[in-house]
């Protein structure tokens, strides 16, 4: 908990002597970590415009390239060596993962024109190759959600992502795996896959090759010795000034990113009843609001007592009936406070998504708790987003981003292999270990 509260509220930066590009940027938000364990990024290129220029906030010594990185890596590549007289040491890919996302509701459908579509972005890492073709990283880092490393590519082949890659990158050692942050430390559960490719010709290279290593940290927590840092510990540590959703007013705080959306009638009824620090959802709420019965059985629109309406149990009406909304077991439901908290998403501010309730206050988590439990440093700018008044893109940014703290202890990682402090083999493991 220390060492991330410490890189949230005060990070500290190492030189940065080593060269990096990213690619599908996004707003720099994954980028921060290897930037404050001691990269320079030259080059970064994003698709969208506006979170282009949230990033260039935030990055401004380095060069923007905005628009699909399959058309502009001609520039990506100029612009490199314009700027730049060094050899590229990194070369940082974090490709959008919707396709693959379990909450895309043609996941799996193959045959469909979304399925194809979805494939475009789901192969859009394999568009670093004309890239690497003309820089040659030394170091080749990617990350998207952990289908990328068994998702077929086309209809009639079992053949990988990571598969094309490596028959692409011939000239590189590719290593792939799943990684979960909350094994760092941090108090979020999020699986992500990572890739790294290391270019053949590294000293370092055989090194990790005979340790029987991989190029990324060792896990640090999840065992009785240090278990997982929970939402709950968070939460009491970082002591977020308390907000409820059943006002405009209750619902916002002093900080420009600490306010919720605010609930009136039965949505605000549906949380308040959701017993505290249960990690239980409104599907559950089993006191009937009308004549107090309980319990009402699971499942039932209706009391069965009184045939009164369980307006604290999701519902709609269908042509003038009410019936509970279809959802998830996740739906509607609190977090647990004794378990690291659920993925933090896009959608962070729909009450019904998965597990976004907060887990004994009235409301969701605000901008500022999302930010701070995907590791985001106090010190990024979002100023602009602010004054535009289009605070909904910031949960956005905010829940695509792999978080800093892992790219941060990766980045000290990808450095110290760079340097080639490799003493002997148990120092070599202490290093993977840091």
Known sequence: MKAVSQFVFAPKALSGHFTAISLCSGAGLSDIGYRLAGFRFIVQCELNAYRANIGKDNFPESEWVVGDLRKKWKEIVHKYRAACDQELDLLVVTPPCQGMSSSNPSRGKRTSLQARKNEEKNTLVLAITPVVTSLSPRIIVAENIRQLLTLPVGLKTDCTVVDLLRKRLRDYKVFAGVIDVADYGVPQGRKRSI???????????????????????????????????TIGDWLRHARYPRLDSRSKDTSHGQHPLHFVPSYEGDRYLQVKCIPKNTGRSAYENGTCPECGHSPVPLGLVRCNKCAGLMRNRPYVFIRRKPRLISGFKSSYRRMDPDKPAATITTNSSHVGSDFKIHPWEHRVFSILECADVQTVPRVYDWSRPLGDGRCYSIRTVIGEAFPPFFTFLHGRVLRRLLLSKLEESGGFVRLLAS
């Open 195 to 229: 890739i790294v490719a290391i270019r053949k010709d590294q000293d370092f290279l055989s090194a990790i090759t005979e340790a029987g290593k991989l190029p990324w940290p060792k896990p640090t927590h999840g065992t009785p010795a240090r278990p997982y840092a």
